[in-house]
């Protein structure tokens, strides 16, 4: 995450303004994350819930690999 906002910067030719929303949402999106797995995990179950996210994860990892670079 140190170097996130150089590296799309300068090698993906992204904005200063759009490497800075990426990182932002990172952010945020990590908080929302421990928090919604906080209380999937007191309704689901550990396990559940891990595999629900090792799952969701698989899928994002998929959906990355057909993506297309950021606007300039």
Do not use: E, I, N, Q
């Not at 030719?13 to 990590?30: D, I, N």
């Not at 819930?49 to 670079?69: D, G, N, Q, W």
């Amino acid at each position: 995450m140190l170097f996130l906002s150089l590296y799309l910067t300068d090698v993906r030719g992204a904005s200063v303004g759009l490497a800075g929303t990426v990182v932002g949402a990172y952010g945020a999106g990590g908080a929302a994350g421990v928090l919604l797995g906080g209380v999937l995990a007191d309704r689901w179950g550990r396990r559940a819930t891990l595999l629900a996210a090792h799952l969701a994860t698989a899928a994002l990892m998929v959906a990355l690999a057909f993506s297309r670079p950021p606007p300039p």
